[in-house]
């Protein structure tokens, strides 16, 4: 059963590995319905990691999480399949299928999964463009795009389902600035218009801070914080702070364990010279 | 000054070996696993409404079949005429160059055909295949399928499997029939017999044994080719670099798999 009625998503003690290594030590996380929630951390503080789980293209170690009230460990493959239909994703470099013009890679969820015919499929097609602002573009390959409309086509075929939840991976990474507000504005009227519930990685702090109604701090695999804007910016945590100034992470690295990794096998005093 | 010690060498060596194995051993069963899963998506998806596309198969049999038939005439022909030319040069020596029609006939059928068209479509539709998974991978468009609800095996892998069981088939028979007029219009040039007596002699020497010989082994060619393919593209790690080891690796296997298959069967066939 929900925490509360009104979450799309709950992570609660979300243990990760990869291999032998631990990435995600204990994450606890709500999504509320109809909310931005911005996921923020360091390069390797598991947020992307986090997101592949709450995709669901990860096998977790141990905890649990419920997507839209469903416990995904306990679906079948069917329950399973109509969860994917209501969830949309927008991947850091589009993930468009280079074979396909932008209109049949719009087009390929209402193919799948639904009973329309042609023209009424091209109908939405159209008109998902427009929202994304790609309007006359469906014929073109991907190729023939620019990185921010690579963007919008990706946020185009992600919403076509009409989704409850859509993830964004770094939607604003290796856009100029203002290709990326544009990208941020789209983010919010998809959130307004269309009432989804949206959970965005980024490491883009001007971005993070239009956007969010809350923001989670990820950092080495642990939460920092949850809080609003303004709570995150005011922050005293030292790490949460370190982040926000881009402060670098002062390193006290035994020299040992510095050589040990190096040389790959244990360092003991009369190995060095 | 650190010097790594022989024992620690030996285990390392040890370790890869062991890694070695249990990696190919891994796809070994990750080949089986996809075949299974092949089989699945093509009897069940129908029933849960994810159908294998009639309109992907057949894009794929063109790409498979169609656009390599101009290569495999071109190959299969000088296969045709290299035999005729062997042949008659062996057979002279005993005085016996008209029976070359025996030796031709069999060879093309039941080896050479197959072979060189496995060979071909391994290098050119199996290397295009785990390309074209690795790049998939690497760009996130298997990701981007997966959360779509689109299973990756169904969508990608059902198509070019059905593809070319089909096509490496027929394109066997078209090979046969190209590898033989070459070597029939070889003889007709060589030895004055006409294509006429050269095909009636084919027809009386061939039986419906040795073509389905040729047939069988081209069937299992081409899963050979589809399996590898999609295993290599699918471990694909890294960017490009990854993409460029997988698709030299797939043609490497396919073509040995190939080779070690079709001698297997010409053994077990003959006894």
């Given at each position: ?252 690295m035994d020299m040992d364990e510095y050589l040990q990794r190096l040389t790959g096998v244990e360092v003991k005093e009369e190995t060095i010279l | 000054m650190y010097e790594p010690s022989p024992q620690n060498a030996f285990i390392k ?259």
């Amino acid at each position: 059963m929900n925490k509360h009625a009104n979450n799309v998503i709950e992570v609660e003690d979300l243990v990760t590995h990869y291999g032998d290594r631990e990435i995600l030590k204990g994450v606890t996380l709500d999504v509320h319905d109809g909310e931005i929630m911005v996921i923020m951390g360091g390069s390797g503080s598991g947020k992307s990691t986090l997101l592949r789980h709450l995709m669901a293209l990860e096998t977790k170690t141990s905890g649990t999480m419920r997507i839209l009230g469903q416990d995904i460990d306990n679906l079948t493959q069917r329950d399973f399949f109509d969860l994917r239909k209501k969830i949309g994703v927008a991947f850091q470099g589009g993930a468009l299928f280079s074979s396909m013009t932008v209109g049949e890679n719009v087009m390929l969820p209402l193919y799948e999964h639904t009973d329309l015919d042609q023209m009424t499929m091209e109908i939405m097609i159209r008109m998902k463009l427009e929202v994304v602002e790609l309007g006359g573009f469906e014929d073109l390959k991907p190729s023939e795009l620019s990185g921010g409309m690579i963007k919008r086509a990706a946020f185009a075929r992600a919403i076509v389902m009409d989704p409850k939840i859509l993830f964004c991976d770094e939607p604003s990474a290796g856009l100029d600035p203002v290709v990326a507000s544009a990208l941020d504005d789209l983010i919010l009227l998809l959130r307004d218009a269309m009432q989804m519930s949206i959970v965005v990685v980024t490491h883009e702090l001007e971005s993070a801070f239009k956007i969010a109604d809350r923001i989670t701090v990820l950092d080495k695999g642990h939460i920092l914080m949850v809080g609003t804007v303004d709570e995150v910016k005011n922050s005293t945590n030292e790490r949460v702070y370190n982040l926000l100034n881009r402060v670098p992470e002062d390193e006290n690295m035994d020299m040992d364990e510095y050589l040990q990794r190096l040389t790959g096998v244990e360092v003991k005093e009369e190995t060095i010279l | 000054m650190y010097e790594p010690s022989p024992q620690n060498a030996f285990i390392k060596f040890c370790e890869r070996v062991g890694r070695t194995t249990v990696s190919g051993v891994e796809e070994i069963g990750h080949g089986g696993v996809l075949i299974g899963e092949s089989f699945y998506w093509l009897i069940y998806g129908p029933r849960v409404k994810q159908p294998v596309r009639l309109g992907a198969i057949f894009q794929q049999m063109m790409e498979v079949g169609i656009h390599a038939m101009p290569i495999i005439a071109l190959l299969v022909a000088s296969i045709g005429a290299m035999l005729a030319i062997q042949g008659i040069h062996t057979l002279r020596i005993f005085g016996a160059e008209s029976r070359v029609t025996i030796g031709i006939a069999f060879s093309v059928v039941r080896e050479f055909a197959p072979l060189i068209i496995g060979i071909v479509i391994a290098g050119r539709s199996g290397s295009a295949l785990a390309a074209r998974i690795g790049t998939m991978k690497i760009n996130q468009e298997i990701d981007a399928l997966k959360v779509m609800g689109v299973n990756p095996v169904r969508f990608l892998v059902v198509p070019s499997l059905i593809a070319m069981v089909i096509m490496v088939p027929m394109l066997t028979i078209f090979g046969d029939i190209v590898g033989l007029v070459a070597a029939g219009l070889y003889v007709n040039a060589d030895l004055g017999i006409s294509m006429a007596a050269f095909f009636h002699d084919v027809v009386d020497i061939l039986t419906i044994d040795d073509i389905m010989h040729g047939l069988t082994k081209s069937f299992l060619f081409a899963i050979l080719i589809a399996v590898i393919g999609v295993v290599n593209g699918a471990g694909v790690e890294g960017g490009a670099d990854g993409v460029g080891k997988a698709t030299t690796r797939s043609v490497v296997q396919a073509i040995s798999a190939i080779v070690m298959t079709d001698m297997v069967f010409a053994f077990v066939a003959t006894r």
